[in-house]
């Protein structure tokens, strides 16, 4: 009998998982409440919208992904950029072949 014995992970379980976003979630909700409740001391006046901070970094978030997807586009190589030169080796200038494990 062989034996699968790979190794689980916190994460591996779908109920840790819905845990987590639980959590998260209820830390998000007390943070919307504590908005209402304590005063901060701001400089500009849309400082004082009620759940500011948490939709402008939602929004920043939201940005960043969309940015980052665009800037992929961008830069992304061919999926055989480096086979493109298979009689290089990387460690010599020159491209020869040599042993490097001597």
């Known amino acids: 009998m062989t034996e699968n014995k790979e190794k689980t992970y916190l994460f591996d379980n779908p109920r840790n998982v819905k845990l987590v ?28 919208i009620f759940a500011f901070y948490p939709v402008y970094g939602f929004v920043s978030c939201v940005v960043l992904v969309l940015l980052a997807k665009e800037l992929r586009k961008l830069v992304m190589r061919s999926e055989n950029y480096y086979d493109a030169y298979p009689d290089i080796d990387p460690f ?3 491209g020869s072949q040599e042993d490097h494990d001597a």
């Open 21 to 48: 976003i639980r959590g998260l979630l209820v830390v998000c909700i007390i943070l919307v409440i504590l908005d209402l409740i304590i005063h901060r001391h701001s400089v500009h006046p849309w400082e004082h």
């Open 92 to 94: 010599n200038d020159d």
